[in-house]
């Protein structure tokens, strides 16, 4: 056995992990991956049917899970989350702030319904996730949270994601911001993924720009246990080490 993969997993193994937005995609892979690790898994999603059949895979495969279904815009649903974690497992390790939203069209378009909703999910669930979890962390005396952003979060998606690129260049701030304060005891990690095999290409109502980001993804998406593993490596770390930001591409994405 490699003596890097063995030291991850004991680093993994055992640590209760909630994730938001785990029905599909990316928090669906990182569920699975850290499952594979030992990790005691604690998964949110508005679809519950989703949510169940994703559980029975895990507990099938061996690994522990449970789920409650969870809107991020509902401050008290997320708190919910969090409590069905530590009511079950007694603490939470980890907070995987995974759910997101996103709805691209020029702004001329005035598609301000979906802005509304892109910074309820992809910003104020972030803060709600934040909410919901700081208090138990503080508590316990430590934690890691992980916030997932976008490459769009670090360069706006031009010409057609401005509303977007907003909400991820503040998860990427509200982060910082929160590394800053927390001190040496949670850790922070934002995520930024590219283009990444999930639900998230299929939001935008824009006949013209959906196509558009269709053929894009096609061209240049990789799994979403790409994005997995990534989070694995910064769960993985020694308490002294704090992975404050992973950005990851396709070799084939030029943005």
């Known amino acids: 056995m490699n003596p890097n993969t063995s030291s ?86 980890v907070m995987v702030n995974n759910a997101g939203y996103m709805a691209l069209a020029p702004m001329a378009r005035l598609k301000v319904d979906e802005w509304d909703r892109m910074i309820d999910i992809n910003i104020k669930g972030v803060l709600n996730g934040i909410a919901a979890a700081l208090p138990a962390m503080q508590a316990q005396g430590s934690g890691h949270i992980i916030n997932v952003a976008s490459v769009a979060g670090t360069k706006v998606f031009s010409p057609i994601g401005a509303v977007y690129s907003a909400t991820k260049f503040a998860v990427r701030a509200i982060s910082e911001g929160l590394r800053a304060e927390v001190g040496s005891r949670i850790r922070t990690t934002v995520i930024s993924p590219g283009a990444v095999a999930s639900e998230l290409k299929h939001g935008s109502s824009d006949a013209e720009s959906a196509k558009a980001v269709g053929e894009w993804y096609s061209a240049n998406e990789i799994p ?31 943005f």
Do not use: C
């Open 224 to 254: 979403a246990d790409s994005v997995a593993r990534a989070m694995a490596f910064a769960i993985s770390q020694p308490p002294e080490v704090d992975i404050n930001e992973i950005l990851l591409r396709p070799t084939a994405q030029e």
């Open 8 to 93: 991850n997993t004991s680093n993994i193994a055992g640590k209760v992990v909630v994730i938001t937005g785990a029905s599909s995609g990316l928090g669906e892979a990182t569920a699975r991956h850290l499952a594979g690790l030992g990790a005691r898994l604690v998964l949110g999603a508005r679809r519950a049917g989703h949510l169940e059949r994703l559980v029975t895979d895990i507990r099938a495969a061996g690994g522990e899970a449970i789920a409650t279904a969870t809107d991020v815009t509902d401050l008290g649903q997320v708190q919910a989350l969090v409590a069905h974690a530590t009511g079950h497992y007694g603490r939470i390790d």
